[in-house]
């Protein structure tokens, strides 16, 4: 009995330890958080409940086709981020000489950010840049290409960051499925493809929607790419773009924070969406018990 | 005679496989040769403009120069914003450690009520939109005179490095033998000096790689920091966006100057962490 009281007493005073992170996350994460949901329910200035701001958004079309315009910009450029990083990481697994070095180049733009990478692009894709005179020069195009300051500047900035996150998760993942499996497959009588497609897809398609999913989430969020080498009047004008706008030009704190929870709704639904697809199918360990 | 037509068809055969997989390859070599060359490419062009005297439809520029870059230095002041970024960087970085290396340990070792329902509320940030949170923050920060001051920077950082500190260094935690702490409260250490002598010494690749994974994430933070930061009171990369959304005021080598100055230390951050790793492989590893 005694030893059990003071185990029930030291419980409680070690999980006091728990606080020192615990109240920094809930006065500066989720009390604003909830004080924003309040802050939607609120017309700018005003005092009472309302559905203003909702209201407005699905009327304004200023508001309502941030939607569209994130949605045909980040699912795209998603799906062309994973066929890319995969077939990437499936043909780096395994012994390759100077894998660290490729494997380092690949992931170099998540270390530069969305910052850098926009101004790299400016630099390198403008008209009169390399990769222009690169086209120009083996004759696949006769004249420069418009790749920045439109919907395609963030296009590519997306991509290029998306493949380096994906990359750098596939990486882990891949590294993680044992070999034997499918070399089994081979010893079986399967060809390469067959492999692929009946042992090592199934192995790790769960991950592979995990990562998909996680990188949805980051670029739907897309904000200083849209701004600088997109057209943030037009075609990318996202999001954050009219958030950011809201709340830092009219001070409307209430609408700007109505649109990061439609965002936020956006994102739940997409999460939801590969959930779904993710279900259908084996979900389960893809190393071997050892 | 057949012996040398079969040698010969071995050979023709062999030489056969090794284009089918040279072939079967390629496009994937194709693939992440261009995707590096447009990486390099965009790297050294960022480099090449900086230093350039001007450079217009040409391979090369024309010439080369550093007054861009000392100009950019001088004008933009970037000493200063770079000075405050690593001085909230780093005082955050320490803070957030202190704070979450207790938390961390009772979630490797203990069990209680909501436990998961708590280690999500410290995965909750990275599943919503930074501005759902980072809006009211703003809000509330203006209203307590927190926003563009060293302080607020300093707290809003923290807002990603608990959350992130927590996250790896529970494994970390969760992976050091329990028998060891418990030989040690029964040789009759108290629990504090268990904790100062036994686990932080064991813990200390964790810490370090936690340190530095979350001063690279605090130095690269923007949303928040973009919201809550006055004109004298900015970080560097918040300082690089706004002179560059500002689009058509400076010359590009001007622009390029810049982002170099916020390149350099990223790279260096890399390189540093990248190094400290090892090290601390090597280390462990003996």
Redesign the interface.
């Known amino acids: 009995m005694r030893a059990n009281d003071s185990d029930k007493g030291r ?1 409680q005073k ?2 006091l ?2 606080l ?3 109240l ?2 809930l006065l ?3 009390y ?2 909830i ?2 949901l309040f ?1 939607t329910l609120h017309k700018n200035g005003a005092s009472g409940f309302t559905l203003y701001n909702y209201i407005q958004f699905f009327k304004v079309r200023n508001f309502f086709n941030t939607i569209p315009r994130t949605l045909i910009l980040v699912i795209p450029s998603s799906i062309l981020e994973m066929v ?1 990083a995969f ?2 990481a ?3 697994r395994g012994p390759v000489r100077g894998k660290g070095l ?1 494997n380092g ?2 992931m ?2 998540l ?14 894709f403008k008209p ?4 222009n ?1 690169l086209l120009i020069h083996v004759g696949l195009v006769s004249r420069p290409l418009q790749l920045l300051y439109n919907f395609w500047g963030t296009f590519i900035s997306l991509t ?1 960051l998306g ?1 380096g996150f994906i990359f750098s998760n596939l990486v882990g993942l891949m590294d993680s499925i044992d070999p034997s499996f499918e070399q089994a497959a081979r010893s079986l009588g399967a060809n390469g493809f067959q492999t692929f497609v009946k042992v090592f897809y199934p192995l790790i398609r769960s991950g592979v929607w995990n990562i998909f999913a996680l990188n949805v ?1 980051m670029q ?2 897309v ?2 790419s849209a ?2 080498v997109g057209n943030p009047a037009s075609s990318t004008r996202v ?2 773009v009219v ?2 706008e809201q ?2 030009q009219y001070f409307n ?1 209430n609408m ?2 109505t ?3 439609v ?2 709704i956006v ?1 739940f639904i997409c999460l939801g969406v590969v959930h779904y697809i993710r279900k259908k199918g084996y979900v389960g360990s893809a190393s071997t018990f050892k | 005679m057949r012996g040398g037509s079969g040698i010969r068809r071995k050979r023709r055969y062999k030489w056969r496989r090794g284009l089918a997989k040279f072939l079967k390859a390629l496009p994937f070599w194709l693939l992440i040769g261009g995707f590096i060359l447009i990486i390099l490419g965009m790297t050294v062009t960022v480099f090449l403009s900086a230093f350039s005297t001007h450079w217009f439809g040409t391979v090369w520029p024309a010439g080369f120069t550093v007054s861009w870059f000392v100009k950019a230095w001088s004008e933009y002041n970037i000493w200063l914003y770079f000075k405050l970024s690593l001085e909230t960087t780093l005082i955050a970085t320490i803070i957030s450690l202190l704070l979450s290396v207790p938390g961390a340990y009772v979630f490797a070792r203990k069990d209680f009520p909501l436990k998961h329902v708590l280690l999500g509320l410290y995965q909750l940030p990275f599943m919503l939109p930074e501005l759902a949170y980072a809006l009211p923050v703003t809000a509330i920060f203006y209203k307590l005179g927190l926003a563009e001051t060293f302080a607020g920077l300093v707290i809003v950082q923290l807002l990603v490095g608990i959350p992130f500190s927590m996250v790896i260094l529970i494994p970390f935690i969760e992976a050091l033998d329990p028998r060891l702490e418990m030989a040690a409260q029964s040789l009759g250490a108290n629990r504090l000096r268990m904790f100062s002598r036994i686990v932080v010494p064991q813990l200390i690749p964790g810490i370090t790689a936690s340190a530095i994974n979350i001063f690279i994430r605090m130095f690269g933070a923007f949303v928040v920091i973009l919201l809550i930061s006055g004109p004298r009171m900015q970080t560097l990369n918040v300082m690089v966006f706004s002179v560059l959304s500002a689009t058509g005021s400076q010359p590009q080598p001007m622009l390029d100057s810049l982002t170099l100055s916020l390149m350099l230390p990223l790279l260096l951050f890399t390189f540093l962490s990248m190094w400290v790793s090892r090290w601390l492989q090597r280390r462990v590893g003996k």
Not at chain 1, 128 to 131: I, Q
């Open positions: 419980f070690d999980t330890l728990l020192p992170s615990l920094p996350l500066i994460f989720l604003p958080l004080q924003g802050l890319l077939a990437m499936y043909h780096l490729l180049l690949i170099f733009p270390t530069l950010g969305p910052l850098i990478v926009a101004v790299g692009m400016i630099d390198f009169d840049g390399w990769f005179l290029i493949i989430i739907l969020a904000y200083s701004i600088i999001f954050s958030a950011f709340a830092m704190y700007a924070e649109i990061a929870v965002m936020a994102q």
